[in-house]
């Protein structure tokens, strides 16, 4: 299989210190003419249509106007360059073959051979477009397709912002994949995090169960998931160790080593015939990681020197400068919180986060502290890491919540609970509620957050935080204390990834459209050009053909809220959510009228049912108003000559509508029933 591809762009300046490539001789003197194969960069992304027509689903993407690339002066390779030694990239280029990114000494630093090149409409064997993830945090699915095979990459659930009233969470959309099941050679999992995983037993039924890949942990994760649903029976589940390279179709999979804020997270290699696609997942650089090893900074080097076609990466922390902090820090926070309570500890933190556990674990046998575990999701995790291995954990240290434990010192518990996020049912909001079974706060005690309020969870951990300190408790969070750090990389972060696989198209992923467009900056700042950085939103497609140019379609896949509520789902999201807002803000009235069969004609008054709409002195009045009104409506048009219910329906709301604007400046949802006697 051939995993070389087109050339990255020039990095300006030498490689970040300590990984620069050694230097040996000179390489070989280019074919005199070679040119760097990259399409004009004026005919850039941007001139694309961002909506488009919508594509149907499993229809191939239409083919755009050629178009005549404007003039530009070309740069060649030839000439003496920098005497050799000097730190720089050299791109091979070889007319008759695939393109080698090698390390060479004899280009400028800065300069970017280009040349105007028209894409192949011809031939298409590559696309990738995202199903979610691109415009929010959370509900995570890429595609890529090799010559009709499809590949997902994570399917990951979002967790509803503050006006999605009663919704558990959202998961991807896969209706594009409709029809085209038989072709999904696999799903590819990078972490076990739920926005990536948690959409697993919702969507694999409908995918008709394809393979599933991943590394032990992350397998582990999506077993328990698909437990859940009695799922695991009809599930192809395949655990995949690092640097291992799985044939699947015609592409070879590669699971890299990366750091993240749970174990086993990886970055994904997709060696497909027309170039290497490298999705990062979530990560950062942890250079003193607790309790495993650091990212395979070797292997994404070697992967890069054999040239990779585009790189998707994530973008959570893109405009956030410098590096994201290391676990080491916390942990010594956590030590010094340990050993200094006087009173009973409870700590909250992401029921993850494995490695923060082993951290707490450790700090409370040193100072004797016994753990009681509160939350479904803490116990089943803890579970499963120390069934395999990746928490270490003295027999008898840790129990669940139990009464016993008010038989022990206080200085001798710690309670290890659910809730950072501000969750309702979760332990730790029941604990400032006064409403847990088990735990109560006493004066004395130390309630440690250690974690970040997700984006939209700000004003529930708030009120977390205040119920907590009305019972007497002292709160510590991180806005005073280093009790958290991200599992996502800042700038100096992404720099490093893009310095070491020097992908020759950067596609932010993973995060809101403004940490994206941070993302595209920071390429732009080492030598990429516009049209090799590509902003894409959910259901956007890029396609690449056999020269590795690239473009977005000009047909844009459908992408709909999938919302999950209770145990059933709906893809007309949008519309739940609209009708539960109405709801919330105006209120409901039920109009039932009893017709005769036949004529439909009234038998009597229709029944009025109202909630959160009047009440008090008004409604006797209001009530009669709206009967009058209802009938009225009903009878003129039926007068009229119409006798279909949908008709009949639609003169009733409107005419109530009306009346509702014009007495109480309201407009609730109105839902006349109909009964044939």
Do not use: W
Request: contains cysteine; aromatic residues 4%.
């Amino acid at each position: 299989m051939n995993d070389t591809t087109q050339p990255a762009p020039q990095a300006q300046g030498a490689l970040p210190v300590g990984l620069e490539r050694s230097r040996g001789a000179e390489g070989p003197e280019p074919r005199r003419g070679t040119e760097d194969p990259v399409a004009d960069p004026e005919r850039s992304r941007g001139e694309q249509s961002r909506g488009g027509a919508p594509q149907a689903q499993g229809a191939p993407s239409p083919a755009p106007s050629r178009q005549k690339p404007r003039g530009r002066h070309n740069r060649r390779f030839g000439g003496r360059g920098p005497r050799p030694g000097n730190n720089h990239l050299r791109m091979d280029i070889r007319p008759d073959g695939p393109a080698r990114t090698n390390v060479r000494s004899d280009v400028q630093p800065g300069t970017q051979p280009q040349q105007a090149q028209r894409f192949d409409n011809r031939q298409v064997p590559l696309r990738v477009y995202p199903l979610g993830g691109f415009e929010q945090v959370g509900r995570n699915c890429f595609v890529i397709e090799v010559d009709g095979d499809i590949y997902l990459i994570d399917l990951g659930l979002q967790f509803p912002d503050e006006d999605m009233l009663g919704i558990d969470y959202l998961i991807p959309d896969i209706s594009p994949l409709r029809g085209r099941e038989n072709r999904i050679k696999g799903v590819l999992f990078t972490h076990g995090h739920l926005d990536h995983i948690g959409a697993v037993q919702h969507l694999l039924p409908a995918l008709h169960y394809p393979p599933l890949y991943g590394t032990r942990l992350t397998m582990a994760f999506v077993k328990k998931r698909l437990d859940e649903e009695k799922m695991t029976s009809k599930a192809r589940m395949n655990v995949v160790k690092f640097r291992e390279k799985i044939r699947l179709g015609k592409v070879e999979v590669e699971f890299l080593r990366v750091t993240h804020s749970i174990p086993d997270a990886a970055a994904i290699a997709v060696h497909t015939p027309y170039g290497t696609i490298v999705h990062t997942g979530d990560f950062k650089f942890d250079l003193t990681p607790m309790n495993e090893p650091p990212a395979d900074f070797p292997r994404l080097a070697e992967i890069g020197d054999k040239g990779v076609l585009a790189i998707i990466a994530d973008s959570t922390n893109a405009n956030k400068p410098g590096n994201a902090k290391s676990e080491r820090e916390i942990s010594e926070t956590l030590h010094g919180i340990i050993r200094d309570a006087k009173g009973r500890l409870i700590i909250s933190t992401f029921s993850s986060l494995i490695n923060r556990m082993q951290q707490i674990i450790e700090h409370a046998r040193k100072y004797n502290r016994k753990i009681f575990i509160s939350g479904r999701s803490m116990e089943t995790n803890l579970e499963i890491a120390e069934q395999l291995g990746y928490l270490r954990v003295p027999r008898g240290l840790i129990r669940k919540v139990n009464p016993a434990m008010d038989r022990l010192p206080d200085r001798e518990v710690l309670i290890l609970t659910t809730g950072s996020q501000g969750e309702e049912m979760a332990g730790l909001a029941r604990i400032g509620l006064g409403t847990h079974r088990h735990i109560s706060v006493k004066k004395g005690d130390t309630v440690v957050l250690s974690s970040n309020p997700i984006i939209g969870n700000e004003r529930a951990v708030a009120k977390v935080v205040n119920n907590l300190h009305m019972q007497g408790a002292m709160v510590k969070t991180t806005q005073e204390l280093a009790l958290h750090t991200t599992g996502h990389g800042y700038a100096n972060d992404l720099l490093l990834m893009h310095r070491l696989v020097r992908a020759r198209h950067v596609i932010p992923e993973h995060g809101e459209p403004h940490m994206r467009a941070a993302h595209a900056d920071l390429a732009r700042q080492i030598g990429y050009p516009e049209n090799q950085i590509h902003q894409i939103a959910n259901g956007e497609i890029i396609e690449f053909d056999a020269k590795g140019d690239a473009r977005k379609s000009k047909s844009k896949l459908a992408f709909r809220d999938v919302i999950i509520d209770g145990r059933g789902s709906a893809g007309e999201g949008q519309r739940v959510l609209d009708d539960r807002k109405v709801m919330s803000e105006n209120g409901v009235i039920i109009i039932l009228f009893r017709v005769y069969n036949e004529s439909k004609r009234l038998v009597g008054d229709p029944d009025i049912v109202s909630r959160g709409l009047i009440y008090g002195s008004e409604q006797q009045e209001i009530t009669r108003d709206l009967v009058q009104a209802s009938r009225k409506a009903y009878e003129d048009e039926l007068n009229r000559g119409e006798k279909d219910r949908k008709a009949l329906k639609r003169a009733v709301t409107g005419s109530l509508y009306r009346y509702f604007d014009r007495k109480l400046d309201r407009e609730p949802m109105v839902i006349p029933l109909m009964v044939e006697v």
